[in-house]
């Protein structure tokens, strides 16, 4: 995600911070400063850390779960109006989803209720003047709960609403299920920004806003996937190509990449082996000339990912969603072809025009 940097790993996830919750932070300092002077800011920032420790560990929660079922969770990022724990793919099993929606929450309950048997006891009373960590602790309290019960409300994407989606998947086919989500999701979000308008809440129509859209976005993944169901990923592939060696000297690299109108050239080493990509623009802004001589493997990025290509054309999306380009290897594991995202693209729209 753009305009967030990382706070570091934990349990296999990098945990990350959108910028705009430092000036979240950075206004509720100066706004509990005015009212209650030093030590007022001091409980509110703690407050509100201590708070979005509770955020991690719901997202955690969710990732803890997805790994039960093999999913890993790459990221998980902090934003002013919640966490976002970006999961490697959805379960699609209902149960599974079920079990990983749940298991935000649950770790809410779970600090709720230990918070509950030590002997604190809801409360907002430090919300206006500055008191001490007893006020924080009610306030951890009643956060928790509120947390529980806002995430559960089924409006889909949110958890309550992946519930929902996972409980319809089990008597409708999933498109038609997740449809149903995003519209009940949908009409909470209608809700959701009339009442934070109605209340002067500004908090309300932002995650209105979020569940609108990202809703959308999910459902439309969807329905690409499924109109793509039937294909492989060798229906999607480029079979004839030049491809390039890693030792090529690049300057005879980018003669050869003049010939054809391809944009994009697999490195393949002579094993079969996919080394990774170079665009035609990469290689003409490279330097040619130097000593040694620069070579085609000097300009490669980030390892590459391939796909078998019986692999159905849906994992495309999985993969392409942060690579230009994937590698399809038969079955003898050498390189056959290749994907772009343009292709991928290209091959929906087809398939939408039928
Ligand atoms: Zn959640």
């Not at 480029?238 to 050239?265: C, K, M, N, R, Y």
Request: charged share 15%; glycine share 12%.
């Amino acid at each position: 995600m753009t305009w967030s940097f990382p706070l570091g790993r934990i349990l296999g996830s990098e945990v990350r911070v959108h910028g705009t919750f430092l000036f979240l932070i950075a206004w509720i300092a100066v706004t509990a400063f005015s009212t209650g002077g030093v030590a007022g800011a001091v409980v509110n920032v703690v407050f509100i850390l201590a708070l979005f420790a509770c955020v991690v560990a719901h997202e955690f929660g969710h990732a803890l779960m997805a790994r039960r079922f093999g999913i890993r969770t790459p990221d998980i990022t902090l934003l002013p109006i919640g966490g976002l724990a970006r999961l490697e793919r959805m379960p699609d099993r209902p149960g599974q989803e079920i079990a990983v929606a749940l298991a935000g929450p649950l770790v809410n309950v779970v600090i709720a209720g230990a918070l509950f048997l030590v002997g604190v006891r809801p409360g907002f009373a430090m919300l206006g003047d500055a008191s001490g960590i007893g006020a924080i602790l009610a306030g951890l309290l009643s956060v928790n709960v509120i947390l529980v019960l806002f995430n559960m409300i089924p409006a889909f994407p949110m958890d309550g609403g992946r519930v929902l989606r996972g409980a319809l998947s089990i008597f409708l086919p999933r498109l038609k299920a997740t449809r149903v989500a995003v519209r009940v999701g949908q009409g909470f979000a209608i809700l959701f920004a009339a009442y934070g308008f109605y209340t002067g809440s500004f908090m309300l129509p932002l995650i209105a806003v979020f569940i609108f859209f990202a809703g959308n976005a999910e459902l439309g993944e969807m329905a690409a996937r499924a109109r793509v169901a039937d294909l492989s990923v060798g229906d999607a592939m480029v079979s004839d190509f030049t491809h390039l060696s890693p030792d090529a000297p690049l300057a005879a690299a980018a003669e050869l990449s003049e010939t054809g109108d391809q944009d994009i050239f697999p490195v393949i080493g002579s094993d079969g082996r996919l080394h990774g990509f170079v665009t035609r623009d990469c290689l003409h802004e490279a330097p040619r000339q130097g000593d040694p001589t620069p070579r085609v493997r000097d300009i490669i990025g980030a390892a590459p990912r391939t796909l078998p290509i019986s692999r159905g054309a849906d994992a495309l999306f999985d993969v392409l969603s942060d690579a230009p380009a994937i590698g399809v290897t038969g079955p003898s594991g050498r390189v056959v072809g290749f994907v772009t995202q343009a292709q991928a693209m290209a091959l929906l729209r087809r398939r939408r025009a039928r």
